[in-house]
């Protein structure tokens, strides 16, 4: 998620489920500053990763599933990440 899906509603539903949010926070007040700068650096820049391998995969196969059912859904999104994997593992 970014800054556009940042609500305290969520930040606390997630801390309830024991995830610790990567979302850095919209600067409503100064100590919003102090929030984003307690964000470890390591574990953001793993979230960039994870956003520019879904933007790739995004690119190549598109953003829309067209399957109907949730499940035929899952599947068609494995199968593009399955093919995506197998397309970097033999270009390198």
């Known amino acids: 998620a970014d800054r556009g899906y940042d609500s305290q509603p969520l930040r606390e539903t997630l801390r309830d489920m024991g995830i610790r949010p990567l979302v850095k926070h919209r600067i409503f007040a100064p100590y ?50 399955l093919v995506y994997n197998i397309k970097q593992y033999v270009t390198r």
């Open 32 to 81: 919003d500053h102090a929030h984003n700068a307690r964000i470890e650096d390591d574990l953001y820049n793993q979230r960039s990763m994870t956003e520019t391998v879904n933007s790739s995969v995004k690119r190549s196969y598109g953003s829309a599933v067209r399957a109907r059912e949730w499940y035929r859904e899952f599947r068609e999104v494995v199968l593009m990440c």
